[in-house]
Nanobody, 121 residues
Framework: QVQLVESGGGLVQAGKSLTLSCAAS????????MGWYRQVTDKERELVAE???????NYADSVKGRFTISRDNAKNTMYLQMNSLKPEDTAVYYC???????????????WGQGTQVTVSS
């Protein structure tokens, strides 16, 4: 009923920048909070940044001052601007949206399929 599609991942050198996008489509009434998460093999998925429908943000300590989360509510799209990338930022990045559907009264969490970000030293 809903699809979240990430894009913008890739291979980049340390110190460079990358911007991820997450576009939501489907039977959407509203999107509440949205977030970016990342996961490294054999480790738990961790929160990178999240943003409410009103624009309030929250960041993991490891990315504060380097990453910026934003969203365009009219386009149902969220972004993650990643600056000063480090090798330890290498991971699969997933987007999440808490979405109210036309067919269900309560918001439901949906996830994207993930996009690989690799930072070389």
């Amino acid at each position: 009923q809903v699809q979240l599609v990430e894009s913008g991942g890739g291979l980049v050198q340390a110190g460079k920048s990358l911007t991820l996008s997450c576009a939501a489509s489907g039977r959407i009434v509203t999107i509440n909070s949205m977030g970016w998460y990342r996961q490294v093999t054999d480790k738990e998925r961790e929160l990178v940044a999240e943003i409410t429908s009103g624009g309030s943000t929250n960041y993991a300590d490891s990315v504060k001052g380097r990453f910026t989360i934003s969203r365009d509510n009219a386009k149902n799209t969220m972004y993650l601007q990643m600056n000063s990338l480090k090798p330890e930022d290498t991971a699969v990045y997933y987007c999440r949206g808490s979405i109210r559907l036309t067919t269900y009264p309560l918001p439901v969490n949906f996830w994207g399929q993930g996009t690989q970000v690799t930072v070389s030293s």
